[in-house]
């Protein structure tokens, strides 16, 4: 049951009109009082013929007038208007049932609270089964106003407790984190013209696409109007930015003039405030040896970057972890868009519906500590304005890693009692799994092509059961089993060995919640044993070497020539 308080309005005949008129959009049939204040006596245009609307009006705003009459400055916004509805699966009440849930709604939200003779007047008017239209007029017979403040929050909880004692569909509590619902008039506007999207949700998806390209305020706004967004920046005299609005192209008022939305209208967490500390954090300090190991792509480097989301969300965190929690999945979410803006064109739908349901998942009642998440933010802008595009492999380890993560931002959210942002997380999940099956497919195809021997995958298989005996079974039934097994020995001939890289990709990546862990590991073995494995032998010369020059004494590694020799696969060995 969803009730929608809407802004206060100054025209009581007029909404009446509306409540027992036709309608616009849907059909009003038989509208009629269900309740009010107090029905005795009150004018009921619906079942008394004598009755107006007229008459009516004036019965809501007496309290109006009388304190008019009285101050100086007349009330003008006293109209109060809240329409509740059910979910189309409930059954339909009757008017002794919605007259029940009008009175709790009014108590609730402070318009008539329970044993207050001296409240405001207001009526509930039903002119369809499946919701109600609650009016009032928002001066007390005292003359006094009601306290309306967070009336939203007590009202939403009401309606939560309406939908158990009555047995209907049961929604998630509110935590004043959502973007605001589109309007009937937006949603009509934007079905006149042709729009798929209403603009403040068209203007969102366009704000959030900006923000991986951007590093301050001022150029995601620049970004944006070459996008051909309408920008309204609001400033100071030294010229610095204090706010901004942004217009869709064609969104007109009555007048013909320009429609701006301010962001915090959009969404809560696109402000300025809020976008400045999101984009205008200073890079941590860089240990010296961090260029040389960093990832040669992007792509490497944001899988590198989400392979420490672990240790950054967990369940246990408090205060200050959990700040850090909340931004690395904010930056989570601009790494999945940008991944979305750069993916193959026949994975694009399902990344840009991860990004657009994950939306819901980056903002919660916890403040982020926006500096926490640099590593993962410099990942996605440097997806979102490379210029190359990914191998399958890179692509493919990198939206498997994402799955994970998200899987991750789910389970904190869940154990944080987050609702709202839990569900969000899990619907993302479902459209990056699709997407990682279908950036793997080719892959697949290609590795089965070449599977190794039956007595090499007899081998690795005894790795498989050694390395992650828990998994074992599930892996070596999962029909991409070959293609593991042409990783597993492309690695080993590289120089590693299996039996730890399975370990290792394990211990990275849950595989009890992999519903096909061989695809798992392949993306995750692929992407680990990209190089060859390191000489062991050579580093240790090097650094002795190192240690020996630093004393001005030469090494003996300087000294004598060196062979390095090449790998031997244990899986190339002649048998004895």
């Known amino acids: 049951m969803i009730a929608a308080i809407k802004p206060a309005g100054a025209n009581t005949r007029g909404l009446l009109a509306y409540l027992y008129g036709p309608g616009r959009h849907d059909e009003h049939l038989d509208p009629h009082l269900v309740t009010g204040f107090a029905m005795l006596g009150m004018p009921n245009p619906g079942r008394d013929e004598n009755a107006t609307l007229t008459d009516l009006a004036r019965h809501l705003d007496e309290p109006v007038r009388l304190r008019n009459s009285e101050f100086g400055k007349p009330v003008t916004d006293h109209v109060w208007h809240c329409p509740v ?143 051909d967004i309408l920008i309204k920046p609001r400033r100071g005299p030294s010229g610095d930015l204090l706010g901004y609005a942004v217009g869709r192209p064609g969104d007109l008022n009555k007048d013909g003039e320009q429609i701006y939305h301010p962001g915090g209208k959009i969404a809560p967490d696109l402000t300025l405030p809020k976008l400045k500390a999101r984009l205008e954090t200073s890079a941590p300090e860089e240990h010296p040896t961090a260029r040389r190991n960093r990832p040669s792509t992007p792509w490497h480097q944001a899988t590198e970057a989400l392979d420490t989301l672990p240790t950054q969300i967990t369940h246990t965190s408090t205060g200050s972890g959990d700040a850090r929690t909340q931004t690395h999945i904010t930056a989570l979410g601009e790494l999945i868009e940008a991944t979305a ?90 459209h990056l799994q699709s997407a990682a099956d279908d950036a793997l497919a080719p892959l697949l195809t290609a590795l089965e092509s070449r599977r190794p021997t039956e007595e090499t995958r007899r081998t690795l298989a005894s790795d498989v059961r050694a390395a992650v005996p828990e998994h074992a079974e599930r892996i070596l039934a999962d029909p991409a089993w070959p293609g593991l097994a042409t990783v597993l020995a492309d690695a080993e001939a590289g120089g590693h060995k299996p039996h730890q890289l399975l370990q290792e990709a394990a211990a990275r990546r849950e595989l009890g919640t992999a519903h096909r862990p061989a695809r798992v590991l392949i993306t995750r073995i692929q992407h680990t044993s990209r190089n060859p494995a390191p000489n062991r032998r050579a580093e240790a010369a090097r650094l002795r070497s190192a240690t020996a020059s630093a004393f001005g004494a030469p090494s003996p590694a300087a000294q004598l020539p060196t062979t390095t020799a090449a790998p031997t696969s244990r899986l190339s060995r002649p048998r004895r």
Request: charged share 30%; aromatic share 4%.
């Open 85 to 227: 509805r059910a979910a189309p699966e409930d059954r339909h009440l009757s008017d002794t049932e919605w007259a029940d849930i009008a009175q709790r709604i009014v108590s609730a939200a402070g318009i008539a609270p329970d044993g207050d003779d001296l409240a405001c007047r207001w009526i509930a008017v039903r002119h369809a089964d499946d919701h109600i239209h609650i009016l009032a007029t928002t001066v007390r017979e005292d003359g006094r106003r009601p306290k309306l403040h967070d009336s939203g929050i007590r009202v939403g909880d009401e309606c939560r407790q309406i939908e158990k004692d009555y047995g209907l569909r049961q929604l998630k509590k509110g935590d004043r984190t959502a973007a605001r619902r589109p309007t009937q008039a937006e949603m009509h506007k934007a079905e006149r013209l042709g729009w798929e999207q209403t603009s403040r949700q068209w203007l969102q998806d366009r704000i959030r696409a900006a923000i991986p390209h951007a590093t301050s305020a001022e150029e995601l706004l620049a970004y944006l109007e070459a996008d």
């Open 341 to 430: 803006q750069k993916a193959p064109a026949d994975l694009r739908n399902q990344l840009h519906a991860a990004s657009k349901t994950f939306a819901r998942a980056q903002r919660s009642q916890i403040r982020a500590e926006d500096r926490a998440a640099h590593t993962l933010r410099t990942a996605a802008r440097d997806i979102a304005n490379t210029a190359t595009s990914p191998d399958g492999s890179a692509f493919a380890a990198l939206v498997a890693a994402t799955v994970w993560a998200a899987i991750l931002a789910g389970r904190w959210h869940e154990a944080k009692g987050h609702a709202h942002q839990a569900d969000a997380a899990r619907q993302a999940v479902q």
